[in-house]
């Protein structure tokens, strides 16, 4: 394992191992095996699990009725870039401890932001050589950097869609420098997720105006990073509302659609988030099919929503049903191209042990194990295939083929539905699906 500075951070818990299913050890994988080889990848390979930084690192457990339970260790220096370097070293002994290969952050996650924008730029240049002597001392990756363009009061109209210029270009010096830190850290992808932009009222909102400024603006960034030489890929991560009202990356479809009308479609793919797909009114694997046949599916944040609450829990995944149905469309598309799953999750105000942390994304880890072991069955040795595709075989042969292959009219439709005359019922078969899936769990 990797050195892990002076200070050990998480006392007592060492590298987590996977132990399979009848292991009692609450610190260890009963699902995840990172060598296992399913559907000819590695699991490691088939999920590039990620922390996420300000969960993890930076989450106090805050809430609107109260303040942060959590009392880190790696919080208590008042110099902003020793706490910094000191989080960097419980982050990076956490994620080595997990066997996780990723970290995702915010540019301000890393260090707090200062009271100048010349002396954030200071202090984030100086993390970000911190952080990559810890990432060649661990191997540990980075999966995507972002920019918080969203917590400061300055970005309450928005960021990359505020009315104001002014506000619009500090955003883009805020996310020149994140794009700067990720590529120094070779990031394998850059994420925008719009936390502000969007609107609470359209009585003072010029929405086509701030779609254009916001198609802008991302060209821009993706210019600058393409010039630096950046490789990777760019994700948008939609979210239907939550902090705004209507927010303009509103799901998969939306988002695709956005990306296609400004032309950024070769460069920018999808993040699903489980809980935003659920605020949507969609479900995980609806959002993973829309952004997987626009080609795509780019990368997943992973938790749940609570399905009683209307707001973003974060909750870490543990719903099998869920995510082996997820874990289905994933699979036939072939996977992620070029993300990973990110832990985009936090675990709850009152957990408050050392070990909670870890428990949580063990958890969140076989979850997305086990689904994938039980998808990856599903689709090799049950009726399922077969029965989806049997649905469509009207379009196998004669004239349903013809359709497909664009040589129909109208007009060859009407023809057809005179021969036929009237048709029997063809039964969809959803409680059989359903049972299919709950088999093989
Ligand atoms: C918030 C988002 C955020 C993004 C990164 O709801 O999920 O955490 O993943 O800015
Ligand atoms: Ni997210
Ligand atoms: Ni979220």
């Not at 902003?80 to 002994?93: G, N, S, V």
């Given at each position: 394992m990797a050195n892990l500075g002076d200070k050990e951070y998480f006392k007592g818990i060492g590298e987590i191992k996977f132990e399979g299913k009848d292991s009692d050890n609450p610190l260890a994988f009963k699902y995840y095996n990172p060598e296992q080889v399913v559907a000819g990848k590695t699991m490691r390979e088939h999920f590039k699990f990620s922390i996420a930084y300000w969960h993890t690192f930076c989450g106090q457990g805050g809430d609107p009725f109260g303040p942060g339970t959590q009392n880190f260790e790696w919080d208590k220096a008042s110099?902003?870039?020793?706490?910094?370097?000191?989080?960097?070293?419980?982050?990076?002994?956490?994620i080595s401890k997990m066997g996780f290969d990723y970290f995702c952050f915010h540019d301000y996650d890393l260090i707090q932001e200062a009271s100048t924008f010349a002396e954030s730029e200071k202090r984030l240049a100086t993390i970000t050589d911190y952080i990559k002597e810890k990432k060649a001392a661990s191997g540990v990756k980075l999966l995507w950097g972002t920019a918080n363009c969203f917590s400061n009061p300055r970005y309450m109209n928005g960021a990359a869609t505020n009315p104001d210029f002014n506000v619009l270009s500090?955003?883009?010096?805020?996310?020149?420098?994140a794009l700067d830190a990720t590529m120094a850290l070779d990031g394998e992808n850059y994420v925008f997720w719009g936390g502000r932009e969007g609107y609470m009222s359209l009585l003072n909102t010029d929405m086509g105006r701030e779609l254009d400024h916001m198609g802008q603006f991302l060209t821009m960034a993706r210019d600058y990073a393409r010039a630096q030489g950046f490789k990777?890929?760019?994700f948008i991560e939609p979210?239907?509302?939550?902090?705004?009202?209507?927010?303009?990356?509103?799901?998969?479809?939306?988002?695709i659609g956005f990306l296609k009308e400004y032309g950024l479609e070769k460069d920018f793919k999808i993040n699903i988030e489980v809980n935003h797909a659920t605020l949507a009114q969609h479900t995980f694997q609806h959002e993973i099919a829309t952004a997987a046949k626009a080609g795509m599916l780019g990368s997943l944040d992973a938790n749940r929503g609570d399905y009683q609450n209307g707001w973003d829990t974060d909750q870490f995944p543990n719903n099998i049903q869920e995510t082996t149905e997820a874990m289905l469309v994933f699979l036939k598309a072939g996977g992620l191209q070029g993300g990973g799953v990110n832990f985009d999750a936090k675990i709850r105000?009152?957990?408050?042990?050392?070990?909670?942390?870890?428990?949580?994304?063990?958890?969140?880890?076989?979850?997305?194990?086990?689904?994938?072991?039980t998808a990856d069955k599903i689709i090799t040795s049950s009726a399922y295939d077969d029965l989806r595709t049997k649905r469509y075989s009207s379009f196998d042969a004669g004239k349903g083929k013809d359709f497909e292959a664009g040589k129909l009219s109208l007009e060859d439709l009407y023809k057809v539905a005179q021969e036929n005359g009237e048709l029997e019922l063809k039964s969809g078969k959803q409680e059989l699906f359903e049972n299919i899936i709950n088999q093989y769990i």
């Open positions: 110099d902003p870039i020793q706490a910094a370097k000191d989080k960097a070293d419980a982050a990076f002994e956490f500090r955003a883009g010096g805020q996310v020149k420098l990777g890929n760019f979210k239907p509302m939550e902090p705004m009202k209507h927010q303009y990356d509103f799901d998969s479809a939306t988002a105000r009152n957990s408050t042990d050392m070990e909670d942390v870890f428990l949580a994304h063990i958890g969140g880890a076989d979850t997305f194990a086990r689904a994938l072991l």
